[in-house]
């Protein structure tokens, strides 16, 4: 009987079909990294999302805790936000995290900063989130005791413009509806006729920590590459 079964050929690749194979794989793995490589250098340098969200919160609550001392003569909540928001461009915000002793309090509620190399977290020393401008002048001290980076943002208010909320002019606060016949009147927050001032917040990471490159050599013009944007906002 006939077998009609399959035999299988003995024969190999040929050396041309064998170059033929590692070119196409090597165009491949070309590729891939072309794709894939800076996106994964992407992941490696942007924050956790926790750590974003940490980031957002504590500028958001900050915007509109008046601190005693401090030296501003703000009124309410709102008003600090206001002002905060408009001179970002020119007072740049500055974001960390430093060890702070809870045992001594300053007068605007933020702890000195524990500068003692030893000392055990949750005791001797408490990880303090704290926004600082760039002229306040507890910042120089806090640096010493740094956990972390320091982080900027740069604020701007989000407007109207008849179809979806946009960016407006960095440094100004407007009507962000002006066709809703809202009245305005007075300088200021007192002028501004909404309940809440809408902005985008954009993080960057300052290249350097220490506090004579901040004070004096950071130039928030030149961060271009926002490592993450929240739309966030205040309320009166």
Known sequence: MKNLGYRASGRGFTLME????????????????????????????????????RLAYALEKELVTLRTGSGDSYTTGFEKAYNWIKESTEEPLLIYQYKGNPESIR???????????????????????????????????????????VFTAKLTQLVFNGESWVKGEAGDIVDPTPDDGDASSGSGVESYPEAVIAF????????????????????????????????LAVRR
């Open 200 to 231: 985008s917040a954009e993080f960057y990471a300052v290249p350097n920590n220490s506090y004579e490159y901040i004070s004096s050599r950071l130039n928030v013009d030149n961060l271009t590459n926002p490592i993450f944007v929240r739309n």
């Open 107 to 149: 007068d605007d509620g933020t702890m000195e900063p524990y500068t003692d190399q030893n000392g055990t977290a949750g005791e001797d020393f408490i990880v303090q989130p704290v926004v600082r401008r760039r002229g306040d002048p507890e910042m120089e001290e806090e640096l010493r005791a740094i956990e972390g980076r």
């Open 18 to 53: 064998t170059v033929i194979a590692i070119g196409v794989l090597a165009v491949l793995l070309t590729a891939f990294l072309a794709v894939f490589g800076p996106a994964a250098q992407g992941i490696r340098r942007a924050v956790s999302v926790q750590d974003a969200d």
